[in-house]
């Protein structure tokens, strides 16, 4: 250190200097859907010639979005016939005896293989935790052996 006329030289600190800047937080959020809680199978019991339907909506699933223009629920079967399960036998019944509404409406829709059908749309936001759709199902039961028949049954959950 030098001394000049009595003074150091060097640098000196003071106290309460501050120097300011500003950032902005941005949070970019995206559109999501789920669809949850799809029940694994359900099941229409009767005999050749009678028609009959769920009592209680055998098809529950919840689907949560919040996507703002809304969302639509769609189910769509895998194959064009409901199959047999015992073997030997070759009987099958149309996927088309197989209708669909959603809870709470009066119109039942067959489904059609290749083809999806809608059976939920809404113009909004779910709930936070999502929306409870239930779906009836209705069947024509052909002249077929006794078996049980069965289809699987895709549903999706798409953003409008």
């Known amino acids: 250190m030098t ?76 194959t064009p016939t409901l199959n047999p399960t015992a073997p030997g036998n070759t009987s099958t019944i149309p996927i088309g005896n197989l209708r669909v509404r959603e809870a709470g409406t009066t119109t039942f829709s067959p489904l059609i293989f290749g083809t999806p059908v809608q059976v939920h749309t809404q113009a909004t936001p779910s709930a936070e935790l999502g929306d409870t759709i239930t779906n009836n199902y209705q069947i024509t039961i052909p002249f077929v052996i006794p078996d049980t028949y069965s289809a699987v049954l895709d549903y999706v959950a798409t953003t409008l």
């Open 3 to 78: 001394v000049l006329a009595g003074m150091a030289t060097g640098a000196n600190a003071v106290p309460g200097q501050t120097a300011t800047e500003s950032t902005t937080a941005n949070v970019v959020v995206g559109s999501s859907i789920t669809l949850t809680g799809l029940v694994p199978s359900f099941s229409l019991t009767g005999n050749p010639g009678e028609t009959v339907s769920t009592t209680v909506p055998p098809v529950t699933m919840t689907v949560a979005t919040n996507n703002n223009e809304g969302y639509a629920v769609t189910v769509q079967p895998r």
